[in-house]
């Protein structure tokens, strides 16, 4: 395996969200294009570019939107899985998710270097990587 080179996110402020265990960034705040998203850990954002990911095996998924081609997309310094990015949507009305990711709050260290805690309720209701 070669050598893995990181990027550095700057710009936006400061609203830079990064990886909860190593703070790797992974996405500036303003690539944010819905945080009308839903994962098993609670929230989640639908971001219009992330960086320093590396992405999984593509597979079909049905999600609460419909089938779609996803893949699972990995922190690249520690390896966690820090989402999925959306390959196609078979669904016309879900077209604008393609070539997106989704970020879990539950993963991410936010702008202001909080972290999402998930509720019990969400724990215990939450749905396995679904989107809304």
């Known amino acids: 395996m070669g050598r893995l080179y990181q990027v550095t996110l700057e710009g936006g402020g400061g609203k830079i969200y990064s990886c909860k265990h190593c703070k790797t960034?992974?996405?500036?705040?303003?690539?944010?294009?819905?945080?009308?998203?839903?994962?098993?850990?609670g929230k989640a954002y639908l971001f219009s570019k992330v960086v320093n990911v590396t992405i999984g095996v593509k597979e079909d998924r049905l999600m609460m939107t419909g089938l779609h081609t996803v893949a699972d997309i990995f922190c690249v310094?520690?390896?966690?899985?820090?989402?999925?990015?959306?390959?196609?949507?078979?669904?016309?009305?879900?077209?604008?998710?393609?070539?997106?990711?989704?970020l879990e709050r539950f993963k991410l260290s936010g702008p202001d270097g909080s972290n999402y805690?998930?509720?019990?309720?969400?724990?215990?209701?939450?749905?396995?990587?679904?989107?809304?």
């Not at 960034?25 to 098993?40: E, G, M, N, R, Y």
């Open 117 to 132: 805690w998930v509720s019990q309720e969400a724990q215990i209701g939450g749905s396995d990587q679904d989107d809304v």
């Open 77 to 102: 310094k520690c390896g966690s899985i820090v989402g999925w990015t959306y390959e196609t949507a078979h669904d016309r009305n879900q077209k604008y998710k393609e070539g997106k990711s989704v």
């Open 25 to 41: 960034h992974l996405a500036l705040q303003h690539h944010i294009v819905s945080k009308a998203f839903h994962c098993k850990h």
